[in-house]
């Protein structure tokens, strides 16, 4: 049996008795039934994941994957290749936005290579799990074989377990590579059969022509492999990234082991939507952080019956979304455990 089919088997997903449980406990808090809404909600979810009255995320992790596309080739993005390897040695320095955020919420960030053109030899605060040195140019040609892509998701996979060994409760999904956005945008037009021009946005702040050879490539990579949605490694390996394609095994892996995962931006939720489509338990076991406003997001979001918990008009990806969610994820676990009751502080109720 794969790692990925072992995975796949231990997917439980929530429990619907504990979410019961958990908001009939936070209807005895002092507060009007309901009234903090979806905080409510959240704690609920974390328990029905984890499958326990009594939740925990106090060991948070942030999984930076980082990988080239080929597709950058044609023009796709305002900025060079060289910038993901640079950008890697800047989370490896704990400088980047997602290494700030991750510091306010106590998470870790496990910074991985999965394919820079780049290597990031020499750094041990990156781990290297390197597939190649970045993606085809998916307008001449696959991005990758499909064993490619399966080996890809089977490094998040194993990445999440060892995390998942040394009891990390939360896990964020985050990615770094130039293109990419190109490449998750091609993943929703594929999963959603939806055309390019409606789920494709500017990613790094492309100008009109840079837009538009945005769109050609999508269309080209479509019309030349055309994917089948419902096969998520066939799309991963025609179109995506090894980085997208081991996020989708951090989101299988994490839900194997009853770990909340917590979506970022396009790039991570097409990621976790490729999850999905291998490993249709997954959907239960994801939390959404934020909306990008990258057109896609939403329409991706909306596929998986997510509702963000934040829309701060948030582009960068990094995992920075997730790790603001974790802040409210934390809140609502602490609501949980540390609000009093109507019985215990005396008060009366309703």
Do not use: W
């Not at 009891?167 to 091609?186: D, R, Y």
């Amino acid at each position: 049996m794969s790692l990925l089919d072992e995975a796949t088997r231990k997917i439980a997903g929530p429990d619907g008795n504990i979410r019961a449980k958990v908001a009939a406990r936070l209807d005895l808090k002092t507060k009007p039934p309901r009234s903090l809404g979806r905080l409510e909600d959240l704690a609920c979810s974390v328990a029905a994941i984890q499958r326990s009255q009594s939740p925990s995320v106090r060991n948070k992790a942030i999984v930076v994957m980082a990988a080239d596309h080929g597709v950058a080739a044609v023009g796709v993005s305002a900025y060079p290749q060289e910038v993901t390897g640079q950008m890697l040695a800047n989370f490896a320095a704990g400088g980047a936005a997602i290494c700030v955020l991750a510091r306010q919420v106590g998470a870790q960030v496990v910074i991985v290579d999965m394919g820079c053109a780049t290597p990031a030899h020499g750094r041990p605060a990156v781990l290297d799990r390197r597939i190649g040195p970045g993606t085809r140019d998916f307008t001449k040609g696959p991005a990758m074989t499909r064993a490619d892509a399966l080996k890809a998701v089977e490094a998040g996979i194993a990445v999440a377990s060892d995390l998942a060994d040394r009891e990390v409760s939360l896990l964020g999904l985050g990615e770094m590579g130039i293109a990419n956005t190109t490449s998750a945008s091609a993943m929703a037009a594929a999963f959603l059969r939806l055309p390019a021009e409606e789920v494709t946005g500017r990613g790094t702040g492309v100008d009109d022509s840079g837009y538009r050879r945005k769109i050609e490539a999508i269309r080209k990579g479509l019309e030349v492999h055309r994917p089948d949605p419902a096969d998520g490694l066939d799309v991963l390996s025609k179109i995506g990234g090894f980085e997208i394609a081991g996020l989708a095994g951090v989101a299988i892996g994490a839900a194997s082991r009853k770990i909340p995962v917590v979506t970022d931006g396009l790039i991570a939720t097409a990621a976790a939507l490729a999850a999905v489509r291998i490993a249709p338990a997954v959907q239960g076991c994801l939390l959404p952080s934020h909306a990008s406003v990258e057109i896609g997001h939403r329409r991706m979001l909306d596929a998986l019956g997510l509702k963000p918990l934040l829309d701060l008009e948030m582009r960068l990806g990094e995992g920075t979304g997730a790790a603001l969610a974790m802040g409210l994820v934390d809140a609502s676990i602490r609501i949980l455990d540390e609000m009093a009751t109507f019985e215990s502080a005396g008060v009366s109720g309703p």
